[in-house]
Antibody
Framework: QVQLVQSGSELRKPGASVKVSCKAS????????MNWVRQAPGQGLVWMGW????????TYAQGFTGRFVFSLDTSVSTAYLQISSLKAEDTAVYYC?????????????WGQGTLVTVSS | DIQMTQSPSTLSASVGDRVTITCRAS??????LAWYQQKLGKAPKLLIY???SLESGVPSRFSGSGSGTEFTLTISSLQPDDFATYYC?????????FGQGTKVEIK
């Protein structure tokens, strides 16, 4: 069965960096684009962008350029989100989510989420 | 960016009620709209894609309709497991966006 398993919670100080992983299993990793979604405490979902798992080409939503980097290691079916120069407002749960196979599908499988807390 | 506006923000309903949530897009998105359910502390779950296609495994009491700029999610008979927050999401444009969410509470 399809699973996306994310790395555990992280606590960082402002200005530090963090790298969140998302390990896929149960399907061919390079067949589906991987998306990233942010959810600040008590807030709604914000789409951060996606990465083409065939080419490694990332696309970032407005507001997620510069400090945010999507990457892959296809040898271990894993996608990564790295955030640098962390700010308090980056405190959120970060989800990876796969774009589905079906024609017209959207985000059909999600990781369990990784809480990143930025605090001095 | 395309803006997505959901209404209402909060909805109080009883088990067995028919519930409708509306999502409006700031410009036409054809049928490129999905609906998700999110329970507290959990990842969102895809319910509906392409405006009206039911995701595999999702109960048939959930249905979606609409095209262009106005969409609805209907729960035909609300069940205890359905109390959650619901989000619409457009994926028509280069940049995807979510609605702000609708919380369905117990009346």
């Amino acid at each position: 069965q399809v699973q996306l398993v994310q790395s555990g919670s992280e606590l960082r100080k402002p200005g530090a960096s963090v790298k969140v992983s998302c390990k896929a299993s149960g399907y061919t990793f390079t067949s589906n684009a991987m998306n990233w979604v942010r959810q600040a405490p008590g807030q709604g979902l914000v789409w951060m962008g996606w990465i083409n798992t065939n080419t490694g080409n990332p696309t970032y939503a407005q507001g997620f350029t510069g400090r945010f980097v999507f990457s892959l290691d296809t040898s271990v079916s894993t996608a990564y989100l790295q955030i640098s120069s962390l700010k308090a407002e980056d405190t959120a749960v970060y989800y990876c989510a796969r774009k589905g196979y079906s024609y017209g599908s959207s985000l059909d499988y999600w990781g369990q989420g990784t809480l990143v807390t930025v605090s001095s | 960016d395309i803006q997505m506006t959901q209404s209402p923000s909060t909805l109080s309903a009883s088990v067995g009620d028919r519930v409708t949530i509306t999502c409006r897009a700031s410009q036409s998105i054809s049928s490129w709209l999905a609906w998700y359910q999110q329970k507290l502390g959990k990842a969102p779950k895809l319910l509906i894609y392409k405006a009206s296609s039911l995701e595999s495994g999702v109960p048939s009491r959930f249905s979606g309709s609409g095209s262009g700029t106005e969409f609805t999610l209907t729960i035909s008979s609300l069940q205890p497991d359905d109390f959650a927050t619901y989000y619409c999401q457009q994926y028509n444009s280069y940049s995807w966006t979510f609605g702000q969410g609708t919380k369905v509470e117990i009346k």
